[in-house]
């Protein structure tokens, strides 16, 4: 770990791309509002300047307040309970092989009832070296916070955290508030930046006010849009943008699509239930951060409830009371497959020669 003055200073440096949008933000206001509209004199009528300014400060205030709260909310951390103690530690560190190591973090997960369903490429839970905890499902590491953060989507310069599990509704539509301000800022500069190059314009501060007012909105519009288009696709999808390059890993393997519930259910995840705060820069996401459902639940749970939305009335009429069942009475080892089965089960075979042909019958055991 580097001493305290490099930290500090490496601190205060991180902090500069958040200066640097602030400015801008703070220049465009007074370029906008106080020049534009008030001192220059550009604007032709007085209704014009009222309808410019109130539909200029919605925008400006929820770009504003959405990126203070990607900013400023704490990104989630990994709770205790997934934390190895001393013991354990030693115990994982002096292993003596991985498959030790994968038993040691299997039953400290069974004892501690841990939702965890994500794996490495070899099927172990997955564990931190640096923060010595087995990490969350959709939790990762990051250098730059140091510790490892829930559903962590990647660590932002420009909002100077980590865009996670507890901001990362924050994040999405500070973009797409951030889009709106700069492409309303364009769009109703047009026409004095029209007029400024037609000769129309006079004043050489009001000259670059608007000359760069209207093309520093013009490029951040062009770079937002894809930005926020990405992050829209990664939302309606279920993926952080770590997820996007590298699959989560389940005990079927890797998918992409492990954590996807449908677009509805997908958005409903990170904006919540509740309609009239979607899109307010309000914490309304559903679950812990620390398990999350998959695929693979919400199909058995969408076929159970179609199971369970048959209607008696309208079925086909079954037989019997639901207790005992008629059988087929038959010698178990006159059942060719069956009796291969058995035979291999008992005298722990690999291999048995099927009856019909000369061909050999494998037989593996998928539980």
Same mark, same amino acid.
């Given at each position: 770990?580097?001493?305290?003055? #490099? ?32 001192? %220059? ?8 300047? #009222?309808?410019? +300014? ?6 400006? +205030? ?32 002096? %292993? ?19 939702? #965890? ?7 172990? *839970?997955?564990? =931190?070296? &640096?923060? &010595? ?10 250098? $730059? ?6 559903? $962590?989507?990647?660590? =932002? ?5 980590? #865009?996670?599990?507890?901001?990362? &509704? ?10 709106? *301000? ?8 047009? /026409? ?43 939302? +309606? ?38 309609? &009239? ?13 620390? %398990? ?11 076929? *159970? ?28 080892? %006159? ?24 061909? /050999?019958?494998? +037989?593996?055991?998928?539980?």
């Amino acid at each position: 770990m580097p001493p305290a003055p #490099v930290r500090w200073c490496m601190a205060l440096v991180r902090w500069f791309p958040v200066v640097f949008i602030t400015a801008v933000v703070v220049w465009s206001y007074y370029a906008y509002v106080i020049y534009m509209c008030f001192v %220059s004199g550009v604007v032709d009528t007085v209704a014009e300047q #009222v309808i410019l +300014l109130l539909l200029y400060h919605p925008f400006f +205030l929820f770009f504003g307040w959405s990126y203070w709260q990607a900013i400023y909310t704490e990104p989630g951390k990994t709770p205790k309970q997934f934390y190895l103690s001393e013991q354990d530690v030693a115990r994982f560190e002096s %292993s003596e092989n991985e498959e030790q190591q994968r038993q040691i973090l299997a039953k400290l997960v069974r004892d501690r009832n841990l939702p #965890v369903q994500c794996r490495t490429a070899t099927g172990a *839970y997955r564990y =931190c070296e &640096k923060c &010595k905890c087995i990490k969350p499902d959709r939790a990762h590491h990051c250098s $730059m916070c140091g510790t490892c953060i829930l559903k $962590m989507d990647h660590h =932002c310069p420009w909002v100077n955290n980590c #865009v996670s599990f507890t901001n990362y &509704k924050f994040f999405v539509i500070f973009l797409g508030y951030a889009l709106l *301000y700069c492409l309303y800022v364009t769009l109703t500069v047009l /026409k004095y930046f029209i007029r400024f190059w037609t000769g129309g314009f006079h004043n050489d501060l009001g000259r670059f006010h608007i000359l760069f007012l209207f093309f520093a909105s013009v490029m951040f519009s062009i770079s937002l849009i894809s930005l926020f288009g990405y992050h829209v696709f990664l939302t +309606l999808h279920n993926r952080s943008t770590l997820e996007s390059f590298r699959a989560p890993i389940f005990r079927t393997g890797p998918d992409k699509n492990g954590f996807s519930l449908g677009k509805r259910a997908n958005f409903q995840e990170i904006f919540g239930d509740d309609r &009239k705060k979607w899109f307010l820069p309000v914490f309304t996401s559903l679950g812990d951060g620390l %398990s999350f459902p998959t695929r693979v639940d919400a199909n058995v749970a969408s076929s *159970y409830n179609t199971m369970s939305e048959t209607n008696p009335a309208t079925a086909s009429p079954s037989f019997g009371d639901g207790v005992t069942y008629p059988t087929r009475t038959e010698d178990i080892d %006159s059942d060719t497959l069956l009796g291969a089965r058995q035979r291999w089960a008992e005298e722990g075979g690999e291999e048995e020669t099927s009856p019909v042909g000369t061909s /050999k019958v494998h +037989l593996i055991n998928e539980r």
